[in-house]
């Protein structure tokens, strides 16, 4: 069970930092991934770690940014959101998955296996 917690209302220019819990160890190698879901839009990715190469990956709206980390001894993640647009306003997602994959689909949604019930981020302009 994973729980996504740090959304709020923030002007623009503004920072927020998202987390997810999970309760349960999260898989060796497994992606740590964030979405985000926009009204009347469908999800979309937001940026993702890869546990087993410590890379990261960025949307390019989001690229220099927003940063994604971890904290392996906590089973959580983080997303740290600065120079906020309200282009940025969402329910944001954190998600994973019980098994290691390949790099060309960690940014599908359809990959990830657990996900959180959603944080919502609203940004003011």
């Known amino acids: 069970q994973l729980q996504a917690s740090g959304g709020g209302l923030v002007q623009s220019g503004g920072s927020l930092r998202l987390s997810c819990a999970a309760s349960?160890?999260?898989?060796?190698?497994?992606?740590m991934g964030w979405f985000r879901q926009a009204p009347e839009k469908e999800r979309e990715f937001v940026a993702a770690?890869?546990?087993?190469?410590?890379?990261?990956y960025y949307a390019d709206s989001v690229k220099g940014r927003f940063t994604v980390s971890r904290d392996s001894a906590k089973n959580a993640w983080y997303l740290q959101m600065n120079s906020l647009k309200p282009a940025d306003t969402a329910v944001y997602y954190c998600?994973?998955?019980?098994?290691?994959?390949?790099?060309?689909?960690?940014?599908?949604?359809?990959?990830?296996?657990?996900w959180g019930q959603g944080t919502l981020v609203t940004v003011s302009s």
């Open positions: 998600a994973t998955r019980s098994a290691r994959i390949i790099t060309s689909y960690i940014s599908r949604a359809e990959v990830y296996d657990y």
């Open positions: 349960q160890r999260t898989n060796s190698g497994a992606p």
């Open positions: 770690i890869d546990t087993f190469t410590s890379r990261t």
